[in-house]
């Protein structure tokens, strides 16, 4: 059973692609903003010498801060004013959604529409800013203790490095909003993706050049990139997999008109979530690096190494912050909603097939959903934690996490889909236009 926006993606005439203006527009206008931000990537914090950095992260370029570092696009090793990347802002987003079930005040705010959503928005900002600052204090102290500050005297060096990292932060959440706007696709997936995507050449390179020195034999190197085609197949196949639950609309009569009765179906996915969740749980297990410059941690051994360096105890948290984030946005988004979507049905007079319309169609639709949402979740902890338990188990230098490759694939779905709903709405256009033309004559 093909959907209507399936067969008309797949009838999408891509020589009208020259015609399509604004698409263009919006394609270079993102093009333009992904330039800005990697050159942004290569201008380093005043005060610090970057080949410090470098040597550091050629022998501690692994674990979760390796993570982090392919998430900003190697700005961190490079330690640029865009070190934070958009992460401060994301961390911000789970904190003032959380709060919202925390606080009436926030939840009264989520239920005010546009205007609520704004002010909640200007509140994850502010915070977004107090969060840039503490981790950009942190910085400086890490840097300062590990001898890579050429800025004397040191509060001129935390001054400028709070400046220009916090300042950096902002600009990059105003770079992603304007992409969200103006461009193509979710701005803050879309720069997450850049990052990761401009560190896979040089992590292929690696593999390869450990092949080549003897060090991996061929059928580890086969392996892997069984691996990475097999973890590319199955994020298409669930990301695009579907429950699809028909309902049926009876036959009415609406003055003199009359409406034959119909069916249609309720595509339910089975990973409704997409991205979000391994983003906020890899969020949240970064939060100890944040805080390890005020408190003298010491994440390469003990109890934080185990999570640092991506041990048993980091697989385990990772799992269940996942788990709990599945669900956790799940519940925030409309289209998830079990009584907001019977109750579009009820008022629109249609009914799920042999389901009593209101309260027992909710029911319905939250059971399935429930057991969609438990093997949407297993697939995303199976595909984020298997990298990490291949490499400490196994010892298979996997060249991208599970969790990259994810946002990877789904972001380019996205944004692809994205520029076949700007085609499809051109095509109208064009139809539209030579309909009324022919009115006209």
């Known amino acids: 059973m093909v959907s209507m926006s399936e067969k008309m993606a797949s009838s999408i005439d891509f020589s009208s692609f020259s015609k399509a203006k604004d698409l263009q527009k919006r394609l270079l206008f993102t093009l333009f903003a992904l330039i800005v931000f990697r050159l942004g990537t290569f201008i380093p914090v005043p005060g610090v010498k970057v080949d410090v950095i470098t040597k550091f992260f050629e022998s501690n370029g692994g674990g979760l801060i390796g993570m982090f570092n392919s998430f900003t696009g190697g700005a961190l090793s490079r330690m640029s004013i865009f070190v934070l990347n958009i992460i401060p802002y994301i961390t911000a987003s789970i904190l003032i959604q959380m709060a919202s079930f925390i606080f009436p005040q926030l939840g009264a705010l989520r239920k005010e529409g546009l205007s609520g959503m704004q002010k909640l928005n200007q509140y994850t900002r502010y915070l977004t800013v107090a969060m840039a600052v503490f981790q950009s204090i942190g910085?400086?102290?890490?840097?300062?203790?590990?001898?890579?500050?050429?800025?004397?005297?040191?509060?001129?060096?935390?001054?400028?490095?709070?400046?220009?990292?916090?300042?950096?932060?902002?600009?990059?959440?105003?770079?992603?909003?304007?992409?969200?706007?103006?461009?193509?696709?979710?701005?803050?997936?879309?720069?997450?993706?850049?990052?990761?995507?401009?560190?896979?050449?040089?992590?292929?390179?690696?593999?390869?050049?450990?092949?080549?020195?003897?060090?991996?034999?061929?059928?580890?190197?086969?392996?892997?990139?069984?691996?990475?085609?097999?973890?590319?197949?199955?994020?298409?196949?669930f990301e695009r997999a579907q429950r699809r639950i028909i309902v049926q609309y009876p036959k009415r009569q609406m003055g003199q008109r009359v409406s034959q009765a119909s069916s249609s179906y309720l595509p339910l996915k089975i990973n409704p979530v997409g991205v979000m969740p391994p983003i906020f749980a890899s969020t949240i297990l970064g939060i100890p690096t944040m805080l390890a410059p005020f408190f003298d941690w010491d994440l390469s051994s003990g109890f934080w190494g185990l999570i640092f360096q991506e041990r048993w105890l980091y697989m385990v948290l990772l799992g269940a912050l996942i788990i709990f984030f599945t669900f956790f946005y799940a519940s925030l988004q409309p289209s998830t909603n079990p009584d907001e979507i019977a109750d579009n049905l009820k008022k629109q007079g249609g009914f799920v097939a042999g389901i009593r319309p209101g309260k027992n169609t909710a029911d319905y639709l939250g059971f399935v959903m429930t057991r969609l949402l438990v093997l949407g979740a297993m697939y995303l902890v199976v595909l984020c934690v298997m990298p990490s338990f291949l490499t400490t188990t196994f010892n298979v230098p996997f060249a991208l996490g599970g969790t990259s490759l994810l946002i990877v694939v789904s972001v380019t779905m996205d944004t692809v889909n994205q520029i076949q709903s700007h085609l499809i709405a051109h095509q109208y256009e064009g139809l539209i236009k030579k309909a009324r033309l022919k009115g006209r004559i």
């Open 139 to 237: 910085i400086a102290k890490t840097l300062e203790a590990s001898g890579a500050v050429e800025m004397a005297p040191y509060w001129v060096f935390v001054v400028s490095t709070v400046a220009s990292i916090v300042g950096g932060t902002m600009f990059v959440v105003w770079l992603s909003d304007q992409i969200t706007a103006r461009g193509v696709g979710n701005g803050s997936s879309v720069l997450i993706t850049v990052g990761i995507v401009s560190g896979i050449p040089a992590a292929f390179s690696r593999v390869f050049e450990e092949g080549r020195a003897g060090v991996l034999n061929t059928g580890v190197l086969l392996f892997i990139l069984f691996l990475v085609f097999a973890v590319i197949y199955t994020v298409v196949l």
